[in-house]
């Protein structure tokens, strides 16, 4: 593989695990709406609607995670990738819960993408 196709798969694995950002944000936007509209007018057909797309975003986050537990459970890799994508943290946060600086951290984050990557079932999720 060369290293341009390599970062590329990398950028497009990277988007992959930022939608579970993306969708506990609609989630979160979806719950605030739906109490909103609960007061303002409760409506069963409102509260469905909302609900589905609650639904959506869920299952989007479970299957990012199912895609993370790919990965050993005690590696670096995993937990870096995990600190990143599931919890949101920034770097400065994942250097300090880790005790790594930055290249290490980097090394790791890298090394976990590539070993999804190396994976047919990644690879299939992502159209690769």
């Known amino acids: 593989m060369t290293a341009a196709k390599q970062f590329e798969d990398r950028c497009c694995l990277k988007a992959y695990l930022s939608r579970y950002f993306r969708a506990k944000e ?6 605030k709406r739906l109490r909103r509209l609960q007061t303002e007018l409760p ?5 469905n609607r909302i ?18 537990d790919l990965l050993p459970p005690e590696s670096m890799e995993r937990t870096i990738l995990e600190l990143r994508h599931l919890d949101c943290k ?6 300090r819960s880790v005790y790594l600086t930055r290249s290490p951290c980097f090394i790791y984050y890298n090394k976990g993408l590539d070993k999804l990557l190396a994976m047919p079932e990644v690879r299939k999720k992502l159209k690769l």
């Open 51 to 68: 609900q589905q797309q609650a639904n959506l975003e869920r299952a989007c986050m479970l299957e990012i995670m199912d895609v993370l």
């Open 90 to 95: 920034s770097w400065k946060e994942i250097h």
């Open 26 to 31: 609609k989630q979160t936007l979806l719950q």
């Open 43 to 47: 409506s069963a057909e409102i509260q």
